[in-house]
Structures are given as C-alpha cells and as structure tokens.
C-alpha cells in the first residue's frame, strides 16, 4: 500500500537533491503552489501547463512536479487568462506544485543534461572539464561520430523528432557539448571549451553564423525534446525512497 507524507518533508526531499541555493535563476525554485498538506501520488511533466493540471487531476495527483513552473521574473503579475486557468485548477483540486529550473538541468545524475547524455549514449567527462559555461550548467562528454550528419541522424533517432543541423556534414565528432532547452547562449563557451559539437532545444540567429565560422556543429533539437527527461528522473527517485506513487505525463509540444 502506498503511504502519504507530510507536504514539508517532500520539499526537503526535493531542496537536498537539487540545492537551489546554489543557483542565480529567473523564477523561484521549489514549492510554487500550496495544496494538500499530505501527498501520496505525484505527476511530473516538463511545464506546468494547464493540460497537465489536467492529467494531474484526472490521475487523483497530491503534487506536480515540472522543469517549467508558473512564475517568472519580470512577468506580468496579473492572474488573468492563462495564469488565472492554471492556478483556479491548481487550487480548486488542492494540488501542490514543485519547480525547479536551474537545478534541475545541472544535477550531475538526475538532471536534464545528464539524462539527456545518457539517452545519446554520451559519456560525460568528469567535473571541472566537462562542465562549461554560466555556472558551469553545461555538459560535456564523448561519443564518436563519423560525421556531424551521423550525429544528427542519430540523435533524431533517440528523440523522434528533426534536428536541425549546421555543421561541415563530413567533419568527424568526438567531444560533444550539450545543454538542453534555450541554451544557444552558451554556444560560445562551447566552442571555447574545444568541442566539436554542440547540441540544444533552440537556436538564434547568430548560431548558425558561428558554427559556420568556427567549424563546430550545432545541432537544435527541440527545447521540449531535450528537457523531457530530468523531472520524471527526479520525481522517480524521490518517490521511491518516499514510498510515492510517480507517473510521468509527457505533453507534446512542437517547440
């Protein structure tokens, strides 16, 4: 039988594996909506979208765990709309919401990045080197590759989703440096760390100039393709040591 805990004891649980404090981020991390003051069942997701809510609903949930919570830094703090819809379902079923941004794509086993080497089969390099970037939120491993091409071909494989590729096609890839979601930003610091290869959800403008220029491969392969795996590593564990229920909802999402 499944037991049930104390609301507190979940965000400890939450707050000890992924350290928050360690992070400067663009929204709070942590408990974002206060529910049950027990919790036996949790639904992780990527974003705390309203058919999530929804799912969560439908699967009798006491908790949702998600990448992407409801408040940001410099968003309009209204409740209308959107925002109004999420938080009336929120409270009217008495859910909890967690959130974790930041930490949750740099935990070094657990994480976002680190899952998503380990479903490319790339083997990280150990800390400091095989970290880069913004604090240091980027990770770099191993795989070889014959070409740029083979490694798009195959990380579409792995995700089942196109990849968009701007690379020399034929030029062979070793060292590969990834960080999931909007992190076109730190192509720059990849390419300073000696990658070959650069993989994310998103790419701007600028990027594709870059890895023309300076011969590494850039690969966006979806911003939510690339973060789907980290909250439900996180809600697994932590639900098996709590003696939880867990289920994952995958949302599709284009982006």
């Known amino acids: 039988m499944t037991s ?28 974002q909506v206060e529910g049950k003051p027990a919790v036996r069942r949790i639904v992780s997701g990527v974003t705390a979208s309203r058919a999530l809510i929804e799912a969560a609903i439908e699967a009798e949930a006491d908790a949702i765990f998600v990448h992407h919570g409801l408040f940001w830094r410099g968003q309009d703090g209204r409740v209308t709309g959107w925002m109004k819809q999420r938080l009336s379902l929120l409270l009217k079923h008495d859910i909890n919401l967690w959130a974790y941004h930041l930490p949750l794509d740099a935990h070094p086993e657990l994480g976002n990045n680190a899952q998503l080497a380990r479903v490319l089969g790339i083997e990280p390099e150990p800390a400091p080197m095989g970290r880069f970037g913004d604090q240091q939120l980027g990770l770099i491993g191993q795989r070889k590759e014959p070409s740029a091409r083979a490694l798009a071909d195959h990380v579409t494989a792995c995700l089942a989703r196109p990849v968009t590729l701007v690379a020399e096609p034929d030029r062979p890839v070793r060292r590969i440096a990834l960080c999931t979601g909007g992190a076109q930003g730190y192509f720059e610091a990849a390419i300073a760390a000696g990658a070959d290869a650069f993989i994310t959800g998103e790419i701007s403008e600028p990027q594709a100039h870059y890895a023309r220029e300076c011969g590494v491969a850039y690969l966006a392969c979806g911003h939510h393709a690339t973060e789907r795996y980290g909250a439900p590593a996180v809600a697994e564990q932590v639900a098996r040591s709590l003696g939880l229920e867990h289920r994952f909802v995958d949302i599709p999402n284009p982006a």
Do not use: V
């Not at 000890?16 to 663009?26: H, Q, S, T, V």
């Open 4 to 31: 049930s805990i104390p609301r507190e004891q979940l965000t400890l649980a939450f707050d000890g594996l992924l350290e928050p404090g360690r992070f400067k981020d663009y929204g709070p991390n942590g408990l």
